[in-house]
């Protein structure tokens, strides 16, 4: 099974400030056939179910604000949020395509500074 | 608009048996997957398996194989997720999730609490 191991476990960022999310797989999820990367992000807030952010690993959802972004090949992807907002408090998960059995990272749970 | 509708919440005593529901609307039915995903009590997500409802063919996580049965009915599109006998440990929010066959879960189920409890 790949495992995807995400950093930090929990973060706290100040309003406006930088949060950046990594996500780091025990093998490599980019199909070389089409170069695309079978890597996802989600955001879950309490008592909801999760949303999806991106696909492909940077392609964004319609929808979610450009403030997000997400970057990364191979093993190593990266979710940003360039100026964190109140309403981003949630947590993160990053999530591979790849093969099955499908995995998700642990969770990233970002609140405010 | 595309939406997954699931099934009310549950409350079950061990050794019971359950069948829970996830109904597709606002798009073909047949054009997508459907996967479960559990999500223990403060836990994250666990992906359970998927099915294809054009032929029904499901695949499952070794974690999950032999524990729960997923199932299609297309004609009424809908994805269900079943046990024959629950554990306390099956206590958790399950949700449902669409997916092209390869693919990203873009639309999600409001999820269905289930509660094993004697």
Known sequence: DIVLTQSPDSLAVSL????????????????????????????????????????????????VPDRF??????????????SLQAEDVAVYYCQQYYSTPQTFGQGTKLEIK | EVQLVQSGPEVKKPGESLKISCKGSGYSFTNYCIAWVRQMPGKGLEWMGNI?????????????????????????????????????????MYYCARHESTGAFDIWGQGTMVTVSS
């Not at chain 1, 990594?22 to 949303?51: E, F, T």
């Open chain 2, 52 to 92: 294809y409802p054009s032929d029904s063919y499901s695949d499952y996580s070794p974690s999950f194989q032999g524990q729960v049965t997923i199932s299609a009915d297309k004609s009424i599109s809908t994805a269900y997720l079943q046990w024959t006998s629950l554990k306390a440990s099956d206590t958790a």
């Open chain 1, 16 to 63: 406006a400030e930088r949060a950046t999310i990594n996500c780091k797989s025990s093998q490599s999820v980019l199909y070389s056939s089409n170069n695309k990367n079978y890597l996802a992000w989600y955001q879950q807030k309490p008592g909801q179910p999760p949303k999806l952010l991106f696909y492909w690993a940077s392609a964004r959802e319609s929808g």
């Open chain 1, 69 to 82: 972004s997400g970057s990364g090949s191979g093993t190593d992807f990266t979710l940003t949020i360039s």
